[in-house]
């Protein structure tokens, strides 16, 4: 169901909601990017409208409301582990239309790939998605070429427009929010982006041979292995294992796991000092084929959602967008 | 649902010290194991190792352990009467139906010979179940040999070659890589070769170069690959070689499909 609502019953749905669910969503956060004096907008509880970035995409996306960067799996004391508790509440997450296509490829991982995730999975069962528009869609991404810009199967569809707000409501359990605010019924289609200023044409006829290409070694050369990339894409899901003992008492501690990034140096080492990619070239090959061609040869759809964030946050300012044109390129030729 | 994570404690019932740095731990376990899978095998505070299965008994599971890492460190200082968490099994491990009727031909590298020990050991006490058997052992020195005791059984019941990279002068036994016997072998019928080959990713690549000179097809060969595995769930990416994740698709492979997977 479509509704319009007031400035007013925007902020008295908010409220409502955070009674009942942990809103997260995109803010701003002053002062603590990556380099001094710079913001970062990233995921945080919010109450209200007001505190929500929407005029911008992201720098990090939704991953760790559902993923956290680090998370306790049990404490262990001398005989025991004991786990911790789940979410207490159950969870709104406002995210845009790429990233909610980006829920689907974490799913397909944590929740199917061999076993389910026991962490992953009772988040996940206590989370709904909000979508947020893209009318003006943002300049690195290219959902439109990756078929990412129209996700439907938000649970709510919310858009702040001046003094009114509109909303589409799919969930029942949350219609009567609506009603409590006063929001009157209105015909609401979220704001799709229709096209993006970065066109990417996936490359059809990748194989095992795309694997010695000289352009890996190429963008190798530039890659510092800081795998920013990672941890911003909403896709990837790859983590280490860390053991953690406190130092007031040696006989407790926690196990977590931690997001890993496979560009950066440790990733494959094994005992015995055997490590299985020593190249930037190698860690960059097996990244980007990982997103447009191993991923889909496995599930059976390409693993990137053409959210482009890889691309703003590289300081080597490689583009991974126009490298997958590239690659398609040298196909035809 | 069950939480995967949570390891159980397993007793350490007996140690077997080979070398100086390789032994093998025989922990309580009881459930479905084959050789060549693996466990997840840990030290609160020092994290987890996967640990290839050497071994399956009454009630019991076999991991043989080379010091050379965080947490393998860790378990030959703090193993005295202890136990030791585990968790698994996971991956394929050998299906001895493969392997049934053939003429059988091991090829391992030092503690490659872990993962395989439990076919090797089976045929060994079952040579009525294969036609023969023949296992191609590589060690860098003598003081580097593992399962003594079982070679012992194993040279009257199989064709072994157990050898050493460097010996001392005037030692008689076989020396040389691996892949120096393996042009030697003879069969009754090639066809019903079978071929495994465990150990570093090195050794893999020339001995199933030399295996392919003799004529044999790749699908006459099994191969084990070991990489990073955090998890054992196909969820943390360490171990993914392409569309193939180690740890839930291997770790043992078909030389037909292992030949394709890159790092």
Not at chain 1, 193 to 196: T, V
């Given at each position: 169901m479509g509704y319009q609502l007031t400035k007013t019953q925007m902020d008295e749905l908010f409220r409502e909601l955070s009674e009942t669910y942990d809103l997260y969503a995109p803010v701003l956060m002053k002062g603590?990017?990556?380099?001094?004096?710079t913001d970062v907008v990233r995921y945080g509880k919010v109450t209200?409208?007001?505190?929500?970035?929407?005029d911008r995409k992201s720098d990090?996306?939704?991953?760790e409301t559902l993923l956290p960067i680090n998370e306790t799996l049990f404490y262990f004391t001398e005989d025991t582990a004991s786990v911790p508790q789940g979410p207490k509440r159950d969870r709104l997450v406002f995210l845009r239309s790429c990233d909610l296509y980006g829920v689907k490829r974490l799913d397909e991982i944590?929740?199917?790939?061999?076993f389910s995730d026991y962490y992953y999975a009772r988040i996940r069962e206590r989370t709904k998605f909000v979508l947020m528009g893209?009318?003006?869609?943002?300049?690195?991404?290219?959902c439109v070429s990756m078929g990412?810009?129209?996700?439907?199967?938000?649970?709510l569809y919310i858009k702040p427009d001046g003094e009114l707000g509109y909303a589409d409501c799919r969930c029942g359990e949350l219609e009567e929010y609506f009603r409590k605010a006063g929001a009157v019924e209105a015909r609401v289609v979220p704001d799709y982006?229709?096209?993006?200023r970065e066109q990417v044409t996936l490359p059809k006829?990748?194989?095992?041979?795309?694997?010695?290409?000289e352009i890996w070694n190429e963008y190798g050369a530039r890659c510092?292995?800081?795998g920013r990339c990672n941890f911003v894409c909403p896709t990837c899901t790859c983590f280490t294992m860390q053991d953690v003992f406190y130092r007031d008492n040696e006989k407790a501690g926690e196990r977590r796991r931690v997001w890993a990034s496979?560009?950066?140096?440790?990733?494959t080492d094994i005992a015995g000092?055997?490590?299985?990619?020593?190249?930037q070239g190698e860690r960059f090959r097996f990244k980007v084929m990982h997103k447009i061609y191993d991923y889909e040869k496995r599930f059976?759809?390409?693993?990137?959602?053409?959210?482009?964030r890889c691309d703003d946050v590289c300081p080597e300012y490689i583009s991974y967008s126009n490298c997958i044109n590239r690659l398609a390129k040298e196909e035809e030729e | 649902m069950k939480n995967e994570y949570i390891p159980q404690a397993s007793k350490i019932r007996e140690v077997i010290r080979h070398t100086d740095l390789e032994y093998t731990f025989r922990m309580t376990y009881e459930g479905d194991v084959k050789p060549g899978q693996f466990f997840e095998i840990s030290l609160p505070k020092y994290g987890e190792a996967p640990i290839s299965v050497s071994g399956v008994g009454a009630g019991t599971v076999d991991f043989t352990i080379r010091r050379v890492g965080k947490v393998t460190n860790e378990i030959f200082e703090n193993y005295v009467g202890d136990s030791l968490l585990i968790r698994g099994p996971y991956g394929n491990g050998f299906d001895l139906e493969h392997f049934k009727g053939r003429e059988i031909v091991v090829v391992a590298g030092g503690t490659g010979l872990s993962p395989v020990r439990g076919v090797v050991d089976y045929f060994a006490r079952h040579?009525?179940?294969?036609d023969s058997c023949t296992l191609i052992a590589g060690f860098?020195?003598?003081?580097?040999?593992?399962?003594k005791e079982d070679f012992a059984l194993w040279k009257e019941k199989l064709q072994v070659i157990q050898t050493v990279d460097n010996a001392p002068e005037g030692y008689e036994g076989p020396v040389g890589m691996?892949?120096?016997?393996?042009?030697?072998l003879k069969f009754k019928n090639p066809e019903n070769a079978v071929f495994i080959c465990v150990g570093p990713p090195v050794m893999i690549k020339f001995t199933v170069q030399e295996i392919l000179k003799?004529?044999?097809?790749?699908?006459?060969i099994w191969i084990s690959n070991e990489r990073k595995m955090?998890?054992?769930?196909?969820?943390?990416?360490?171990?993914?070689?392409g569309s193939t994740y180690i740890c839930l698709d291997g770790p043992v492979f078909n030389y037909v499909e292992g030949k394709n997977l890159i790092d």
């Open positions: 603590e990017g990556c380099f001094s004096e209200s409208p007001d505190e929500i970035v929407w990090y996306s939704y991953k944590y929740l199917k790939n061999g893209c009318g003006t869609p943002c300049k690195s991404g290219f990412t810009n129209r996700a439907e199967n938000y649970d982006a229709e096209e993006n006829k990748l194989s095992n041979e795309s694997f010695t290409r510092i292995g800081c496979c560009q950066v140096d440790g990733y000092g055997i490590s299985f990619r020593k190249t059976g759809y390409p693993m990137c959602v053409g959210c482009g | 040579m009525q179940e294969c860098k020195t003598l003081g580097d040999v593992l399962f691996v892949t120096r016997y393996i042009p030697d003799l004529g044999m097809k790749e699908e006459q955090c998890c054992g769930l196909g969820k943390c990416g360490h171990c993914r070689m």
